[in-house]
């Protein structure tokens, strides 16, 4: 009788420690959206280009702030997207609440995976601008790509809503 127990006994641990490792090795499947495999900055710039309201506000530019614009751009075109924020920041110093330098800005940002900092300067930009047109279409097209890239469905398909109200219709002319 007392081997059956030492027998049982064994028989019971061994249960047990490959019931552990049954539970240690499996990880749970990931249920959450994939992430955007895209060029999400060409995607937001491509929602500005579809825009065809009315409304494109162009304000008028101080030529060392368009310098620097142009010197970033040139920067993003060779890859150099750290050197292109930094010329950007130094335009922001100029001129801080110019939509459009912070939208170019957000979008170096989407660059440079410093998704938090996009969507905040996409926000800022919008609030500070006009509204409608292209620019606000960049604005809220960064929201709904951070908003994918943080895997909030939710709040990517509410984004792509204030997408829309971008748009102002002009007046049929016959």
């Known amino acids: 009788m007392h081997s059956l127990g030492k027998g049982f006994s064994l028989l019971l641990a061994t249960g047990l420690l490959a019931g552990c490792g049954m539970f240690a ?6 249920t959450r959206p994939p992430l955007p495999t895209y060029d999400q900055v060409a995607a937001i710039r491509a ?7 009315i409304i494109d506000v162009s304000p008028l530019r101080d030529p060392g702030i368009t310098s620097l ?3 970033a751009q040139r920067d993003e075109q ?11 920041d130094q335009a922001l110093k100029l001129n801080p609440d110019s939509p459009d330098l912070l939208q170019e800005r957000a979008e170096m ?12 300067l996409a926000h800022k ?28 469905a939710n709040g990517a ?4 809503k204030w997408v829309g109200q971008c748009h102002k219709a002009g007046i049929p002319r016959y």
Request: proline content about 7%.
């Open 109 to 120: 940002a989407v660059r440079l995976k410093d998704f938090s900092a996009a969507e905040k």
């Open 125 to 152: 930009s919008w609030s500070l601008g006009p509204r409608l047109g292209p620019l606000c279409a960049r604005n809220w097209q960064t929201i709904v790509e951070m908003r994918l890239q943080a895997r909030d």
């Open 25 to 30: 090795t499996t990880p749970p499947p990931d």
């Open 47 to 53: 929602a500005g280009d579809r825009e065809k309201s």
């Open 157 to 160: 398909a509410t984004a792509r």
């Open 69 to 71: 614009q142009d010197a």
């Open 78 to 88: 060779a890859g150099k997207y750290a050197d292109a924020a930094a010329k950007l």
